[in-house]
């Protein structure tokens, strides 16, 4: 089934979604760390949605269009960060501190267990703000699968993540050996990267398919005479 896609005002979490001129609202959050920790499976497992009756609601919710920055700015931050990594390692041995490695896998635990707090304090701070404007409590909810299109939205998200995460996860690893907080330092915003993005990019403004589940059974289901 046919499907556009469009960003909502000021709001990373949620998406406004056209199919058959009905308007449905994506929560793209809240509901599964597994799309955190693998955006693939924003593809694999079906999407929570909202139908949206009131059209003045969907308008005021929609975000102007712009071309999503799918390019070669974001491809290059694991190549950024790889070469900034290399030309900062003669500092590194300045930043060593000799601590037990049960002491670094703490912090390291301490630092991850407060990445998913920013994570789910800014995705709640983004459901407060929808709420003011529409419950969506109120609202028909159903459940729909989007299918990963346009395919380059889908290769840079791909790219980012093996990049951002894998590049992240490496240091973390190496400062739990080594004790380097330059290391350890390089390696948060790569993983706050690689967690975010590539999620965001998974569903991307544009046309895509989707597939409701339940199909024409489902409350959701779009009317043909709308």
């Given at each position: 089934?046919?499907?556009?896609?469009?960003?909502?005002?000021?709001?990373?979490?949620?998406?406004?979604?056209t199919?058959?001129?009905?308007?449905?609202?994506?929560?793209?959050?809240?509901?599964?760390?597994w799309?955190?920790?693998?955006?693939?499976?924003?593809?694999?497992?079906?999407?929570?949605?909202?139908?949206?009756?009131?059209?003045?609601?969907?308008?005021?919710?929609?975000?102007p269009?712009?071309?999503?920055?799918?390019?070669?700015?974001?491809?290059?931050?694991?190549l950024?960060?790889?070469?900034?990594?290399?030309?900062l390692?003669p500092?590194?041995?300045?930043?060593?501190?000799?601590?037990?490695?049960?002491?670094?896998?703490?912090?390291?635990?301490?630092?991850?267990?407060?990445m998913?707090?920013?994570?789910?304090?800014?995705?709640?701070k983004?459901?407060?703000?929808?709420?003011?404007?529409?419950?969506l409590?109120?609202?028909?909810?159903?459940?729909?699968?989007?299918?990963?299109?346009?395919?380059?939205?889908?290769?840079?998200?791909?790219?980012?993540?093996?990049?951002?995460?894998?590049?992240?996860?490496?240091?973390?690893?190496?400062?739990?050996?080594?004790?380097?907080?330059?290391?350890?330092?390089?390696?948060?915003?790569?993983?706050?990267?690689?967690?975010?993005l590539?999620?965001?990019?998974?569903?991307?403004?544009?046309?895509?398919?989707?597939?409701?589940?339940?199909?024409?059974?489902?409350?959701?289901?779009?009317q043909?005479?709308?």
């Open positions: 089934m046919k499907c556009t896609v469009n960003r909502m005002d000021k709001n990373l979490r949620y998406r406004i979604l199919i058959k001129r009905n308007k449905y609202i994506m929560d793209m959050g809240g509901e599964s760390i799309k955190l920790l693998f955006p693939i499976f924003y593809w694999i497992l079906p999407n929570r949605v909202y139908k949206l009756e009131n059209q003045t609601i969907a308008e005021r919710l929609t975000a269009a712009v071309q999503e920055k799918t390019g070669s700015t974001q491809i290059i931050w694991p950024l960060a790889s070469i900034l990594a290399t030309s390692s500092l590194a041995n300045y930043f060593e501190i000799s601590l037990s490695t049960s002491v670094n896998i703490l912090i390291v635990s301490i630092i991850i267990v407060l998913f707090i920013l994570i789910g304090l800014l995705s709640r983004f459901k407060e703000r929808i709420y003011q404007i529409v419950d409590s109120q609202l028909t909810k159903g459940w729909l699968w989007i299918f990963p299109v346009p395919l380059k939205a889908a290769l840079i998200s791909a790219f980012l993540y093996v990049g951002c995460m894998g590049l992240g996860v490496l240091a973390m690893m190496s400062y739990v050996e080594d004790g380097n907080w330059l290391i350890l330092l390089f390696s948060i915003p790569l993983l706050l990267v690689g967690m975010v590539p999620g965001l990019l998974t569903v991307v403004e544009g046309k895509t398919r989707v597939k409701i589940l339940g199909g024409e059974r489902a409350e959701i289901y779009p043909i005479n709308v």
